[in-house]
C-alpha cells in the first residue's frame, strides 16, 4: 500500500476527520491531508511523517510494511505492539535481548528436522475473518488432534503438536506473551514464566498459537492490559474456545453451578478450573463472556483472593524453561536420537553439552 492510503487506513480506525488530524498537526483545513492520503503530495518528510506518527500513535514502520509476503524476522521494530508508548523501557531491553537467542534456536530446528504446522495443515483454505470463524478453527483443532471436550495439554499441543518452539522468559511487568520467529521463519512463543503470571500461560500460550494460526508470519507482542483491535478479539476468541469449549463448558456449568446465582461460590469456579486446567480467572471471564454471570456476580469471584492460590497450573509450567535451557534439551535429546552428532550440537550450542 502506498504511505496515502496507509494513513487513510490508519486515520479512519482511529475515527478521525482528516481536518482534525491537520488540526493535530497544527495545520488548517483538510487539504495537507487529502493531499497525502491521495498521493498527490508526494515529497514527505521523514519529520512530517514522524509528526503524523505521533498524533496517530503509531510506528513510522506500519507505512513501510509490504503487504505482499509476511514478515518473518523477529526485528524489534517489526513488532505489532498493541500500543508502543506503554511498553516500559525494561521490557523493551528485554525483548531485544532475547532476539539472538531465539535467532539460535533455528539451527535446533533444522537438525531436528521439525516442520512447523501452520493452517493449511489443519483445513486448506480456512481463513478467520471474523470471531466466529477464529471459535470454528479451535474446534477443527480440538477435532484433528482428537482433544475431546475437556481440558488438553495446551503447551504439548503448541511444541509436539504444532513443531512450536515455546520457552519461557522473564518479560518483566507488561508483556504476557510474544509470537515471533527464528532466524528462518519457524514460529517461536515466549510466555512470561515471571512468577506472578505464571496463572495466565495457558491462556497465553492458546492465545498466541491462534496468532501463528490465523496471522502466520508477523510478530506480536501481547501486553497483559486488555487493548481492543481485531487481532486481539480474533486470538483470544481462538484461545477460549479452545481452553474451553462452548458446547461442554455450557453443559458443566448447568451441572457444577446452582441455579440460584447468589449461591454461586469460588468452590464452583475452581471446579470448572480443574475440569478445563485453565485458570480462576480464565473460568470467570468466560462465565461472564458467555453471560452465564453477571457482572456483579463475576466481580465478587474475582475478589475472592483467598482462591488464587488454586490457579490451575500445569506441571511444565512450574520449571519454566529459558531459551537456552530449551536449546540445550532438545540437542541432548537429538543426541540421544541419533540425529546429531556430539561436535555438530556444541556448535550450535557454542557450549559444551554434557549428556548424562
Ligand atoms: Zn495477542
Redesign the pocket.
Known sequence: MEIGQVLKKIREEKGLTGAELATELGKSGNSYISKIETGQKKDISLQELKDICNVLKVSPQIFFQKDDKPKRKFFFDNALFRDEDVISEDAQNKIKELLPKIAKSYRVKKSLGDNPITIDSISMGFTVNSVKDAKKLAGLIREKFELGSYAIDIFNLVRSGFNIYVIGEDLGDRISGIYSHDAKGNPVIVYNSASQYQHRNVFTLA?ELG?HLIEEGKV?V?ELEHQDNQ??HF?DAFAAELLTPENSFIQKFKKVFPTNETRIGANHVIELSTVYKVSYRAIIKRLFDLKLISYKTATKLREAKVMWRSDYRPDSYYTPLTIEEQIKIDLLGAIQKGKIGTVKAESILGDEINAE
Open positions: 492465545h496468532h506480536v501481547d487481532s486481539e486470538a
